[in-house]
């Protein structure tokens, strides 16, 4: 497929995806119990994994390769992106998909001595994950609560840190910054499985995410390790994954009294109380809870 009839074919593609998405995302916002059965069908359409293909070629780790030494580049360069697409789509499709262990990379984490493990798919894998995302994200969009920032569309970190000026601006006036230590790597794949079959019932998309769950990992030494827990800090499924995990942390601190779940009069009563009210703000794994006290006139 030349170019020009790739950008052609991406065109009508990205037109149906997000058709779907709308719809997907409409249907779980329309019906909180849903669960969507037949979705495996869309990670192997090939619109979705056309567009799949696009993301991973756009993103900046291309030039990465997995296990396998293959690069977006050398792909295109050998059997072209048409016959790769054909032979993942033939491998989804008669079930004989199975992700490779992701190649480890100790890289230095900003500030501090430690460094942390990003975990790289091979190409092949990218797009499949890549492909699962286009499909989930819309249904568990629906679910997510405001104030959560990280990893998700159209939401960035300068509108978490306007959403914490505005209440340091608001009689809020205590904030405490927390961090969930290690939280890709300790991920637990019994709990997130659990919260992902309350919205998805095909058991093909469900056998395909534990899959890369469980796909290991090939150290820099070159040691084979299995993953028991956590989701790799590197994958492209991996930040919708840990939003899906913590999405329980979420509804947790919502729901509390005084809580950013309370009504305005809820709050008001608190107040007069002398007791205190609360907002979380989250950005993946760093959340800041701001407390308001305010003592009655």
Not at 110 to 120: D, E, N, Q, S
Not at 159 to 175: G, N, Q, R, T, V
Request: proline letters at 5%.
């Amino acid at each position: 497929m030349n170019t020009g009839a790739l950008e052609f074919a991406l065109l009508k593609a990205e037109r149906r995806v997000l058709e779907m998405q709308t719809k997907l995302h409409c249907w779980a916002t329309d019906d909180r119990d849903r669960r969507f059965d037949d979705l495996f069908n869309l990670v192997a359409d090939p619109a979705f994994l056309l567009v799949a293909w696009a993301r991973v070629r756009r993103n900046k780790g291309a030039r990465s390769a997995g296990v396998d030494g293959q690069t977006a580049r050398s792909v295109e360069d050998g059997q072209g992106v048409e016959v790769f697409l054909n032979e993942v789509r033939s491998d989804l499709k008669d079930r004989s998909f199975r992700p490779l262990p992701v190649r480890e990379r100790m890289i230095p984490k900003p500030g501090t001595a430690k460094r942390r493990r990003l975990g790289i798919p091979t190409v092949r894998d990218r797009v499949v994950q890549a492909s699962l995302k286009l499909v989930l994200e819309p249904i568990f969009e629906a679910d997510f609560l405001p104030f959560s920032y990280g990893f998700r569309p159209k939401r960035r970190a300068h509108d978490a840190l306007a959403e914490a000026h505005h209440f340091a601006k608001s009689s809020y006036e205590w904030m405490v910054e927390g961090d969930i230590e290690a939280c890709f790597d300790s991920i637990d794949h019994t709990a997130l499985m659990g919260r992902v079959r309350r919205r998805v019932g095909d058991r093909r998309v469900l056998d395909l995410v534990k899959a890369f769950l469980k796909a290991g990992i090939l150290s820099e030494g070159g040691q084979s390790k299995d993953t028991d827990t956590g989701t790799p800090q590197g994958g492209i499924l991996s930040p919708l994954l840990a939003n899906i995990a913590l999405s329980v942390l979420d509804e947790f601190i919502a729901a509390g009294p005084g809580g950013p779940n309370s009504t305005q009069g809820q709050r008001a009563r608190r107040r007069r109380q002398n007791l205190p009210n609360y907002r979380l703000i989250r950005y993946a794994d760093d959340c800041a809870p701001r407390t308001q006290q305010e003592v009655p006139m």
